[in-house]
């Protein structure tokens, strides 16, 4: 059975949030100690954490976090900071399945939605409606990346600049 559920850090378990860390150790090689010390240093309690379960087995992750924009036509956006799937269940369509249901909860939240990637992934989230932002258009205030920008759920017009603040 396929569960996907939303959660705001508050209401996780900590179970959960070991579990999301194991998962996160599959994608980035970092022990579980500076996964969680990362997690309790950059997610705060009402980030949003959308969980992909297979028979209550936890299987791919996002992370939503919400953080602040300088941009006349926002405030606030949800920073799509985290996107990782189970090695062993990779290839069948479930980050196709959790993008949908990450979209779905952007728009239920009435905001905009920014992630940083690197050049190969532009395809894989413009697939799902993500805009590539041109780098004359966007500033990330609080953090160095060379990489690409994109927005979801952005109604403004596109040649306004953004500036994106990253920890919150």
């Known amino acids: 059975m396929i569960n996907l559920i939303s959660k705001k850090t508050s209401e996780l378990t900590k179970k959960e949030i070991q579990l999301i ?13 500076t996964q969680l010390k ?24 996002t992370a939503l976090r919400i953080c602040r924009v300088d941009h006349s036509d926002y405030k606030n956006y949800l920073l799509f900071d985290t996107l990782v799937i189970d090695k062993k ?3 069948k369509k479930y980050a196709e399945l959790l993008m949908y249901f990450n979209n779905k909860i952007i728009k239920k939240k009435k905001k905009i939605s920014f992630l940083i990637c690197s050049k190969y992934m532009l395809k894989f989230y413009s697939k799902y409606d993500w805009k590539k932002i041109n780098k004359v258009n966007f500033t990330i205030a609080d953090h160095v990346s060379s990489k690409e920008g994109m927005t979801y759920n952005d109604i403004s017009k596109r040649d306004k600049k953004f500036i994106f603040y990253v920890t919150k």
């Open 38 to 61: 990362w997690f309790k240093k950059n997610i705060k309690k009402n980030d949003i954490h959308n969980l992909l379960k297979i028979n209550k087995k936890l299987i791919g992750y």
């Open 89 to 91: 269940e990779r290839k």
């Open 21 to 33: 860390t194991n998962l996160k150790k599959q994608k980035w090689n970092y022990g579980i100690l």
